[in-house]
């Protein structure tokens, strides 16, 4: 019986020594990792103990894969534009608003602008805190009445933005400045409110060939963001909010605007990426842009330019309007009450196509 319980005692004790040495080995201690040791002779390793970092997928937004695709024209140019030529290109990874922002989300930016707090968390960014006035922020109301001739709007005038009703419908009477300084509070409420101590990229509107791209939901050619190339479904329901026939603006169940949610998504999960309301996007106009872009994440920027691209179409617009490739443009310091926006943001990771399973939103 002693021999037994020797054999078992003699394994246990030496198991016990080498957990006890390796530590002294630097298998278990960072501080004598190999990198550490080849530092300290005089290699160049890399700093070391750098934390690691993964990019949150925010709250309301879905990652959008990279791929290549025929941007421009998808089907007769009625108008006669020539300003949507087809073109090859590819888009990087990147995370894009599920829906259109809406009043609700709008007022959360009005309220922290008015009350002077930007932020609710203890700051980790280094940058100041953008400066804003609240005075050129507030939608414009009037354009319930003023964007359409002998138009009844006054009831939208007073309840479309401050009533709860329409708190989950898309904000609009914002032009593409105001939109711009909403990307920006985000930005820092995300960044300053974020436990991470690297600043996630900036919320931004979505360049336009990441909002064609998105639109067409990982399909290579598409009318629609549905595919297309019918307004109805088998059961024949209108697929969006928009304008079916003169005079006819209530056959898709909506006279104005609908909730942000409302609709089938497309392949990439985006409500209302036609129709609804138009949306913003960062890119300057000009007919012939697609000649002096590039074609790898391309983007016309033009401080110069008044005139930015509008995408999708609205409540108020022909089906033409919502097409993935039709082209329009509205000023940029002119509200509308058919114009809103969604934001998009960089992805900072492999330059391959992007698992969308791996990008997940992480409690904080």
């Known amino acids: 019986m002693y021999k037994k319980m020797k054999l078992h005692v003699v394994p246990l004790a030496v198991g016990l020594a080498i957990v006890t040495l390796l530590p002294s080995c630097g298998l278990f201690n960072k501080k004598g990792s190999a990198s550490d040791k080849a530092n300290r002779r005089g290699e160049v390793t890399g700093v070391a103990k750098r934390a690691s970092w993964q990019q949150n997928l925010p709250i309301d937004m879905v990652p959008v894969k990279a791929g290549t695709f025929w941007m421009g024209q998808s089907d007769e140019d009625i108008a006669y534009t020539q300003s949507s030529m087809n073109k090859q290109i590819t888009i990087s990874e990147f995370f894009m608003d ?25 700051p980790t960014t280094l940058k100041d805190p953008p400066t804003f006035n609240f005075d050129e922020l507030r939608p414009d109301t009037t354009v319930w009445s003023t964007s359409f001739s002998y138009h009844y709007g006054d009831p939208l005038m007073e309840f479309y933005f401050d009533h709860p009703a329409f708190d989950n419908y898309p904000v609009v009477g914002i032009s593409w400045d105001q939109a711009q300084k909403y990307c920006e509070w985000r930005t820092y409420h995300l960044r300053a409110n974020d436990e991470s101590d690297f600043d996630v990229p900036a919320f931004r509107l979505p360049t336009e060939a990441e909002w064609e791209y998105a639109a067409k939901g990982g ?23 928009f304008k079916p026939g003169r005079g006819n603006y209530i056959d898709d169940g909506f006279a104005y605007s609908a909730p942000v949610d409302v609709f089938a998504p497309n392949g990439f ?56 490739s039709t082209r329009t443009y509205e000023y940029q310091d002119v509200a509308q009450a058919h114009i809103g926006f969604r934001t998009a943001m960089t992805f900072i990771g492999r330059s391959g196509s992007m698992d969308v399973k791996t990008s997940k939103r992480t409690k904080r």
């Open 98 to 122: 599920k829906y259109e922002v809406s009043n609700n989300k709008y007022r959360q930016f009005l309220e922290a602008v008015k009350s002077g707090e930007l932020a609710t968390g203890t």
């Open 269 to 324: 999960g985006l409500f209302n990426m036609s129709g609804n309301v138009a949306e913003w996007v960062m890119d300057a106009y000009k007919a012939t842009a697609a000649v002096d872009t590039w074609d790898l994440d391309p983007v016309y920027n033009d401080p110069n330019e008044p005139r930015k691209i509008v995408r999708g179409g609205s409540w108020k617009d022909i089906a033409h309007y919502l097409e993935t």
């Open 219 to 241: 399909k290579d050619v598409a009318k629609y963001p549905w595919g297309g190339p019918y307004l109805k479904n088998k059961r024949g329901c209108l697929m969006a909010n």
